[in-house]
């Protein structure tokens, strides 16, 4: 199986001292969709937005289909799509506007017009489109920039908390639509969420990250047998509880 995402000994300090990410090591296979769980506070994001290029690592090594993320920062932006967790959207533009502004920004002529379309498609907005954004709950909010992301169809998405905010129905809706681009185009997903059911739905492999480093990594169903545990949800808490003890 190749390789789509490869990291190795990542470290993020920031300014302030904190170790955002502590020496992290996972690799993504291409084409699978691959979760980045743990609890608040671990270094999901600080890990996603290196990957993303938005923040550069202290040390450690991070590469995506081949490229740099520190030293081909532009080649890495050209193949992923990024959702970040607090994504936000211009208040004063339509649906339809900020889709076309955002992927104007990639695309151009016929393409964008089709990426616009699918973006629409995938949002379900209906004719909420033409609403300004101000008009918008959050969880509209959430769809609108995720269905932007999907529609570019880049070789990876990077979708931190795709579900964060999104009420039970839609949630579903969200994940429905990300296992269908997956299988649709296979397309390499590396999502991060605190929502085991949703992980145990969705992925096939999974890292759990605590303190900014992995403590475990493997097939869902490998995970599960490690820690004899009945579901996710289980092996996590027992995967936190060993690496506490072990650290201690
Ligand atoms: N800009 C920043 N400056 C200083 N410390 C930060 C900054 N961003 C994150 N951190 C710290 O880095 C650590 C990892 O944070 P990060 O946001 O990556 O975790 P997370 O796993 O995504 O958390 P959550 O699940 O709550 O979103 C935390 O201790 C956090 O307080």
Redesign the pocket.
Known sequence: MSIAVDVRDLVKI???G????DGATFSVYDGEIFGLI??????????L?ILATILKPSSGYANIYGFDVVREPERVRRIIGYLP?DAGAYRDMTGLEYITFILGLRFRGKELEEDVEEAVKISRLGRDVYRPIRSYSKGMKRILNLAITLAQRPKLYIL??PTSGLDVEKSIEVRNTIASYSKSYGATILL?S?NMLEVEYLCNRVAI?YR?KIVSEGYIDEIKSRYSAKNLEEAFIYSIKESKTSNT
């Open positions: 920031y300014p302030n904190v170790r955002g990410v743990g609890p608040n506070g671990s270094g999901k994001t600080t890990t937005r967790e931190d908390e991060s605190h990250i900014g």
